[in-house]
Each structure stands twice: as structure tokens, then as C-alpha cells.
């Protein structure tokens, strides 16, 4: 058991590190406040190769493995969550299903725009009676000739309105149950597509969360990803890697609001002192870098795991939980070290506090994790018995 990063994994945080530190956290509170998705910090993220990280070079992706992923997910997130959104989005919940599920077309056809930044990707399976009750869709999709007719709305799909297309899950047959659920890639300009509105958000400001419509919107054959009825699989799997990158966004936000809850131990003076030398400052500073590094390691393994092609779904599942539970305890500890300044707009903590609460609650909330780690541990035991 090596506790060490190789040579490209080195590369790939200093890359990150180095970039969000530039490019992406002196322009964070100003894109929070504005709520405008940063096209400039786009491209440049796209002409690193982080859009494709996952991606197979054969497809103009940078082919790396999950590890890798997570550093830099970390690294970029340290800085700012929304610039981050994207690539995220990209890596996990897109292209992944897409390599897993897709045709041979469909990967020429939509991968290398991905991985490129050329082009935007979504996922659209949430709607407003289908949260973590994903198999419950009521958007529908009925075969007509050689087109699929889908007919329903989503909501909180997170570059809905910018995407240049979509994963659109709809039930097929909704006598199937889970079972009757496929998934349909739907280009913006297809007609009956429309966007009904954006959301206004506690954090997360300058990544947009739109709602979206599907008004018999005509879709040929060739737009079904996988194959019909296989849809709430692919949901499944694609939100088992794409926990991972959560729970990785939270250890870099965690991350963050501790760096800058350092620095202001040392340089915040009270009683004639830097509050650093007091004990309560010390325990808390303490008890944030010890359930970090705890929640880093969840986060390395579920990704190790991932390379090794090993299940990982419990891990998945523990790593989330356990990251982004860390992050709320960890930003709301860094709130309370800057005092009345860390509730106040120009100091970052206040911006790490509003953003750690969604990871939480996006691809599964604290609750459903809980239930797919006891369904594991019911079904296949704890492996030491």
C-alpha cells in the first residue's frame, strides 16, 4: 500500500493548484455575486484538458485515471465550486455514461466536444416528484416510427440552459416500473426543447441550475443511449462515479475554508495575541485537518477502487457521506474561527458556508447514502465476518 502520488498525479494538483490559485479564486466572490457562468475560466479549464479528464485520448480526451480526477477536482473546488460545476458534470455524469452506454457514433459524435469545452453536456434526471426517488419519472417518451415523442419537465439540472445537449431519462414503459425507464440524448435546438426558467440559489451562484420542458419533442432512434428500458441502470452507475467526484469537490472546499482558517489564527490579534494560541482555536483548527485527510482517503480509495475495476458502490456511497457531511462541520468551524468577518460577504469562508450545504444534498442526498451503505452491508456483509 503505497501512500504516495505518481509523477502525472504530481503534475496534474500542481497544474490545478496552480491555476485555481491564478486564474479562479481572485475572480470568485465577483462571478458568486453576479451569478454568471465564467466562459473565460471555461475555456482555459478546456485548453488544460480538464473537461476530458476521463475521457480516452482515442476520443480527444486526456485518458487519465479516476485518482487523478479527484486531486484535481479537489485543487479546482479549493478555489471556487462553480467553476468547477462544469467539469465535473462533464467527466461523471456525461461522458461516463456515454463511454459505458454509448455507440460507436454516439462517442465520435458527442465525446470529443466534451472533452474539448467546445461543447456543453447535462443531466437531466431530476424532476419535481423524481428526486431521490429517481425511478418515479413522469416524463414520458412514446415510440413513434423511427422517433422517440418525450413529454415532461425537469428541474435543478445544472447547465440546463446553456448545454448544448442533454441525457434526458423518461419512462417508456411506465407499467415496468424502474424497469421501463430509458435514456434519450436530446440536442438544445430539437424542437419542443425549452427552457422555462433558471434558479436562484443559496451558493453555487455562477453555475446555472436551470427547468426545463419537453413538449412532444422528436428525437430520432439513434438518440436512445444504450438500450430501451436500460435507463435507470445507467442513472445508477453513472451516480456511483459521480458521487466520488462530490465527495471530492467536498474535501476541496473543506480544504480551502481550512487554508484560509489558518491564516487568520495567525494573523487575527486578540488579548494582545494571535487567536492561533489559544486552545479552543487549536481544537477546532485540529478536529477540520484530522476529518479532512480522513475524508480525502474515503474519497482516494472509492476512486481507486473505480481504476482497479473493483464494485464500488458502498465506497462511493461512504466517501460522499462522509466528505460532504465533513464539509458543512468543517466551513461552519471556519465561520466561527473568523468570528463576526466570517459572516460577512468579503471575507470567503461566508461563500464556502453557502456552497458546502448542496454537496449534501446533489447525486444523493446524506440520506439515500446512508441506505445504499446499510443495503450493502445487509446484502454482501462487512467482508470480515
Not at 457514433?105 to 470529443?112: D, N, S, T
Not at 469537490?249 to 494582545?272: M, N, P, T, W
Not at 484530522?290 to 474515503?298: C, G, N
Request: glycine share 10%; proline share 3%; with cysteine.
Amino acid at each position: 500500500m503505497v501512500f504516495r502520488l505518481n509523477e502525472q498525479q504530481e503534475m496534474i494538483q500542481d497544474t490545478a493548484r496552480k491555476f485555481a490559485q491564478r486564474e479562479i479564486e481572485p475572480q470568485a466572490a465577483r462571478l458568486d455575486e453576479e451569478g454568471k457562468f465564467c466562459w473565460e475560466i471555461h475555456n482555459k479549464l478546456s485548453e488544460l484538458g480538464f473537461m476530458g479528464m476521463l475521457v480516452p485520448e482515442a476520443y480527444g480526451g486526456m485518458g487519465a485515471d479516476a485518482v487523478s480526477y479527484v486531486i484535481a477536482v479537489e485543487e479546482l473546488t479549493a478555489a471556487d465550486l462553480s467553476q468547477n460545476m462544469t467539469m465535473t458534470l462533464h467527466n461523471s455524469l456525461v461522458a461516463f455514461p456515454l463511454m459505458a452506454f454509448g455507440t460507436e457514433e454516439q462517442k465520435r459524435k458527442y465525446l470529443p466536444g466534451l472533452a474539448s469545452g467546445k461543447s456543453l453536456g447535462a443531466f437531466a434526471l431530476t424532476e419535481p416528484g423524481a428526486g431521490s426517488d429517481a425511478a418515479n419519472q413522469e416524463t414520458t417518451a412514446r415510440k413513434d416510427g423511427d422517433s422517440w415523442v418525450l413529454k415532461g419537465n425537469k428541474i435543478f439540472i445544472t447547465n440546463g440552459s446553456i448545454a448544448d445537449f442533454l441525457l434526458v431519462f423518461a419512462a417508456t414503459d411506465r407499467e415496468a416500473g424502474k424497469r421501463g425507464i430509458s435514456c434519450f440524448i436530446v440536442e438544445k435546438e430539437t424542437p419542443g426543447f425549452s427552457v422555462t426558467g433558471t434558479e436562484k440559489k443559496m451558493g453555487i451562484n455562477a453555475s446555472p441550475t436551470a427547468s426545463l420542458a419537453f413538449e412532444d419533442c422528436r428525437v430520432p432512434e439513434t438518440a436512445l443511449l444504450g438500450n430501451p428500458g436500460q435507463g435507470y441502470e445507467i442513472a445508477l452507475k453513472t451516480l456511483d462515479g459521480g458521487r466520488i467526484g462530490i465527495a471530492a469537490q467536498a474535501v476541496g472546499i473543506a480544504q480551502g475554508a481550512l487554508s484560509a482558517s489558518v491564516r487568520y489564527a495567525r494573523e487575527r490579534k486578540q488579548f494582545g495575541r494571535p487567536i492561533g494560541e489559544f486552545g479552543a482555536i487549536q481544537n477546532m483548527l485540529a478536529d477540520m485537518a484530522t476529518r479532512i485527510d480522513a475524508a480525502r482517503l474515503l474519497v482516494y480509495k472509492a476512486a481507486w477502487m473505480k481504476d482497479e475495476g473493483l464494485p464500488y458502490t458502498r465506497e462511493s456511497a461512504e466517501c460522499k457521506l462522509y466528505a460532504s457531511e465533513t464539509c458543512t462541520w468543517v466551513t461552519q468551524c471556519a465561520v466561527q474561527i473568523f468570528g463576526g468577518y466570517g459572516y460577512m460577504k468579503e471575507y470567503p469562508v461566508e461563500r464556502r458556508y453557502r456552497e458546502s450545504k448542496v454537496t449534501e444534498i446533489y447525486e444523493g442526498t446524506s440520506e439515500i447514502q446512508r441506505l445504499v451503505i446499510a443495503h450493502s452491508l445487509l446484502k454482501n456483509g462487512t467482508g470480515k465476518e
